[in-house]
């Protein structure tokens, strides 16, 4: 089981610029959450994704918005981008929608640096 | 809304000796608590979870954390550490009256261990 895959692992984009993160989530699972961590941060959540809509979405702007496909995978988007989208952005997957009913597993991240 | 306190940002201690790492918690409502570990290079790891009954919950690596409703903590501790403990912890909670979609994460706690 390859568990939670992200990809790239690191991503160079200057400001302004528009992005896309990917990623699978762990084999079995049907839910995928995305996180931003800031350096010297916890993570922060910004949305989830359930049955190929957007369940809950945390206190972030427009800009970053997702999508889910029919195999679960996702992508995070992020328009207009600014320096303070520097982070790692996280993509955990479960069982169903709450945390207390399955374990979010979490991939490795996507390190993005805007310039 | 919720907000997690991790007091403090490093803790540094040598080996096989014992450690607490702190966390408080803020939230109107009923919520579930859980710590998670990064270690370098790696994604979120569930250390271990409180959902109910038991006010102690341990893990299977040696670490305990016991929820204390009136002071609002969920406080980890071990009582012997090992070089490989050497991470990075997160406490985070999750609001029980939402349906529990979403984690919030404390700014973390780096632990060092020194031999």
């Known amino acids: 089981d390859a568990g939670v895959t992200q990809s790239p692992t690191h991503l160079i984009k200057t400001r302004g610029q528009q992005v896309t993160l990917r990623c699978s989530p762990k084999?079995?699972?049907?839910?995928v959450s995305w996180y931003q961590q800031a350096l010297g941060q916890g993570p922060q959540f910004i949305f989830q994704?359930?049955?190929?809509?957007?369940?809950q979405r945390g206190n972030f702007p427009d800009r970053f918005s997702g999508h889910q496909f029919p195999n679960y995978s996702s992508e995070l988007n992020v328009n207009a981008l600014l320096l303070g989208d520097s982070a790692l952005y996280l993509c955990?997957?479960?069982?169903?929608?709450?945390?207390?009913?399955?374990?979010?597993?979490f991939g490795p991240g996507t390190r993005l640096t805007v310039t | 809304a919720q907000s997690v306190t991790q007091l403090d940002s490093q803790v540094p201690v040598f080996e096989e000796a014992p450690v607490e790492l702190r966390c408080n918690y803020s939230?109107?409502?009923?919520?579930?608590l859980f710590w998670y570990v990064q270690y370098p290079n790696q994604g979120l790891q569930l250390l271990l979870k409180?959902?109910?009954?038991?006010?102690l919950v341990e893990s299977i690596n040696g670490f305990e954390a016991e929820f204390n409703k009136s002071q609002t903590s969920f406080h980890l501790r071990k009582p012997s550490v090992h070089i490989s403990d050497t991470a990075e912890y997160f406490c985070?909670?999750?609001?029980?009256?939402?349906?529990?979609?979403?984690?919030?994460f404390g700014q973390g706690t780096r632990l060092t261990i020194n031999p």
């Open positions: 939230s109107s409502v009923s919520v579930y």
């Open positions: 994704y359930y049955e190929e809509e957007e369940r």
């Open positions: 985070a909670v999750s609001d029980k009256g939402q349906g529990a979609q979403k984690l919030v």
């Open positions: 409180y959902l109910s009954g038991s006010t």
């Open positions: 955990a997957s479960s069982t169903g929608t709450s945390v207390f009913r399955a374990e979010q597993y």
């Open positions: 084999s079995g699972h049907d839910t």
